[in-house]
């Protein structure tokens, strides 16, 4: 099969539990694409630029870059996938609580650019608890995130917090 599947989201950074789909999602698609939205629920930890960057470094670090490979839009999902020509689109189920929001969601794209299909893949298991948010506040305990996350986001996250810490401290 010659397909192209676009795995949107926020990564707000970029976990485990999204390489797993990745990694899964490329045993059916020739090709992923993640593309990093702004989800204006959500308020970002990165910039699209640094969410970019630490994907691009996983994936090189993972030997990914020939199939997966990493865009940012500022607009509509479906914006995007019209103007590239896209139309299969892979997302993340881990819990009833994902399946209400993107079902909703799925309905609403399916409305906005009806040539689009989403296709949903179930969590691995020991991932299932896993998410950005998790991350993020493990991380501001300094609690240690190494198996919910690959190095360049620990890299990313630390050299954040002391950027942080240090403007707050009057760059002393
Ligand atoms: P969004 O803000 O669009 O929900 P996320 O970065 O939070 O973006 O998630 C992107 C996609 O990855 C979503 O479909 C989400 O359900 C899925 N996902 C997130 N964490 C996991 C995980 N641990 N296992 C499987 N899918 C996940």
Redesign the pocket.
């Known amino acids: 099969m010659k397909e192209i599947a676009v795995?949107?989201?926020?990564?707000?950074p970029?976990?485990?539990?999204?390489l797993?789909?990745v990694k899964r999602a490329l045993k059916i698609f020739d090709k992923i694409l993640i593309l990093v939205?702004n989800?204006p629920?959500?308020k970002p930890f990165f910039t699209p630029e640094e969410r970019m960057r630490i994907i691009n470094e996983i994936l090189e670090l993972e030997g990914l870059l020939d199939r997966v490979s990493v865009d940012y839009y500022k607009g509509l999902m479906v914006d995007y996938l019209r103007q590239h020509e896209y139309n299969l689109v892979?997302?993340?189920?881990?819990a009833v609580s994902?399946f209400e929001?993107?079902i909703l969601?799925a309905h609403a794209n399916a409305k906005l650019c009806p040539e689009m299909e989403t296709i949903?893949?179930?969590?691995?298991p020991e991932?299932?608890?896993?998410?950005?948010?998790l991350v993020k506040e493990l991380a501001m305990f300094g609690a240690d995130i190494s198996k919910l996350v690959p190095e360049p986001v620990i890299k990313a996250i630390n050299e954040k917090l002391e950027r942080e810490t240090s403007n707050l401290s009057g760059g002393e």
């Open positions: 795995f949107p989201g926020s990564f707000d970029f976990t485990y539990g999204h797993d789909v939205l989800n629920r959500k892979i997302r993340g189920l881990r994902d929001y993107e969601q949903f893949m179930f969590t691995s991932y299932s608890f896993l998410s950005s948010s």
